[in-house]
Structures are given as C-alpha cells and as structure tokens.
C-alpha cells in the first residue's frame, strides 16, 4: 500500500489545495514535448527515405541539408525563425532515442515545414524554387534504383496527418482568447484529438515494424 513520503509537499498545507487546481503547461508539455519527439522522429523518416539525399551517407552531411531546405522554406514563406542548424548530437540521443533539441517557438515553426514536407511525399509534389528536397530520390525513382515511399507505405500519410493536426491546434489557440467559444473549443479539442489519433496509429505501425524484423531476424 503507497502512503505518503515522511517530508508532505508543501502544497498540501495551502487552505483549499487540491490537485484538480494544477494545470499542465502546455509549453513544456507540447512545444517541448510532443513537438521535440514528432519533429525529431519525421526528419529521421525522411532522411531514412531519401528525400535529402543518399541515406546510406552520414546522418551530419544530411542534417546540414535538410537546414538548408528548411532555412529556403522559410524565406519562401517569409518567416522568421532562430534556430540553429541541426547537429546529430540534436536529433538522436545518446540512447539511440529519436529527440530533437529546439527552442518552443521554433519546434511551432519547425512542425509547420515538416508537415509540408510529409505531405509532398504523399502528394509527388516537389517544391520548387531551388529546393532540393525529393529531387535525389525522384532521380533515383526515374533510374529504376529506389521506389516512392507511398503509397505502399501508409506512414508519410499518417505522419502528415499528425504533423498537420497538431500545427492546426497551435494555429487555432493562438487565434483565439483565453475564453473560448463552445464552437472554438470544439475545433481545438477536434485538432488535439486528430493528432493523438494519428500518433497511436504512427507508434503501432512503428512497433508492427519492429515486430516483424525481429522475427525476421530469428
């Protein structure tokens, strides 16, 4: 039976306390959680794709080009954004877990390019102005060396999905006040639920895969 630690957290003492009162900080909780594990895990797929380039070259040397894309989306679509270029050490842990380090303002910009990005892929819509995202893999596709990702592979629609969904839940807490109408609500919590929606399905497809390389392995 769990009982409470010989020191009570201070809170306890307040007049009226009780646990309903706290409130999760969406900031640390989305901006620098979900967003750090979404943004990290769909640069990694696409690199992993070949969508900047070889895969089978260093992680770094792809790195650079994806900021390189990204630095040209974002003048494209005149927006402002601090972030610095990646590194490996940024995106992949020392646990080999997939995190990407980025400031909370700038992990809101970053979902926004990865999501157009994700959906291109659905889309076989490569950007232009002087973009080079997709054009090594188009190459390649034309050369008969390498397959498109979809649609054979559902996880660029899911990761769009989930991309565009959570991008769609900042844009529409932002636009709206602190009180919300009932219809403002709605299509907040309808966003929030689309994205945990589409994620469940990305980490099931995720351990599926895994599942299968092991017994593959065996």
């Not at 497809?205 to 299968?212: D, P, T, V």
Request: net charge neutral.
């Amino acid at each position: 039976m769990e009982t409470l630690p010989d020191h009570l957290c201070p809170l306890l003492a307040l007049p009226g306390f009780c646990i309903e009162t706290l409130r999760l900080c969406s900031m640390h909780n989305v901006n620098l959680g979900c967003l750090q594990v979404c943004n990290g895990s769909a640069l990694i797929s696409l690199i992993q794709a070949g969508l900047y380039g070889d895969p089978e070259e260093s992680l770094a040397l792809n790195l650079r080009r994806t900021f390189r894309d990204f630095q040209l989306w974002c003048r494209e679509n005149k927006v402002q954004c601090s972030q610095v270029p990646w590194t490996t050490g940024m995106v992949v842990k020392k646990n080999r877990n997939v995190l990407m380090s980025h400031k909370a303002f700038n992990g809101r910009i970053i979902v926004e390019y990865l999501a157009e990005c994700c959906e291109r892929v659905v889309d076989q819509n490569l950007p232009g102005n002087n973009r080079a995202f997709g054009q090594w893999l188009c190459e390649q596709v034309l050369q008969g060396k390498r397959e498109w990702p979809t649609p054979s592979n559902p996880e660029f629609g899911l990761a769009a999905a989930c991309l565009k969904s959570i991008a769609r839940w900042f844009n529409l807490c932002e636009r709206n006040g602190r009180y919300l109408t009932a219809e403002a609500a709605k299509d907040i919590g309808d966003a929030g639920k689309q994205f945990i929606d589409s994620h469940l399905l990305l980490s099931l497809l995720e351990m599926r895969c895994l599942q299968l390389q092991d017994y593959g392995s065996n």
